[in-house]
Nanobody, 120 residues
């Protein structure tokens, strides 16, 4: 079994920063792309940022220059550093990873979600 466990969400004021973490554990052979998605009430889930195993990053236009994704391959962990937060960043944030398990089966895995609320 493979699990993704997120942490770091919360309630912050506009302009503040927040850091999300997501650790993968279990029967992992290899982790490929990792990323963060978000879903606001009444909206579709959207990609926020992604990072390849080699460190290539990709960001949604709405977060470019404010959010930074990084990963620690030794810890099987991906981070999302969010700065200059805006009310429109309010959403449930989900970690995603493309993982090949020890049975050599490759698939998409998701975390349980962590709520980020930006409000004054």
């Amino acid at each position: 079994q493979v699990q993704l466990v997120e942490s770091g969400g919360g309630l912050v004021q506009p302009g503040w920063s927040l850091r999300l973490s997501c650790a993968a554990s279990g029967s992992i052979f290899s982790i490929y792309d990792m990323g963060w998605y978000r879903q606001a009430p009444g909206k579709r889930r959207e990609l926020v940022a992604a990072i390849s195993s080699g460190g290539t990053t990709n960001y949604a236009d709405s977060v470019k220059g404010r959010f930074t994704i990084s990963r620690d391959n030794a810890k099987n962990t991906v981070y999302l550093q969010m700065s200059s937060l805006k009310p429109e960043d309010t959403a449930a944030y989900y970690c995603h990873a493309d993982i090949q398990n020890t049975g050599f089966i490759r698939g998409d895995y998701w975390g349980q979600g962590t709520q980020v609320t930006v409000s004054s």
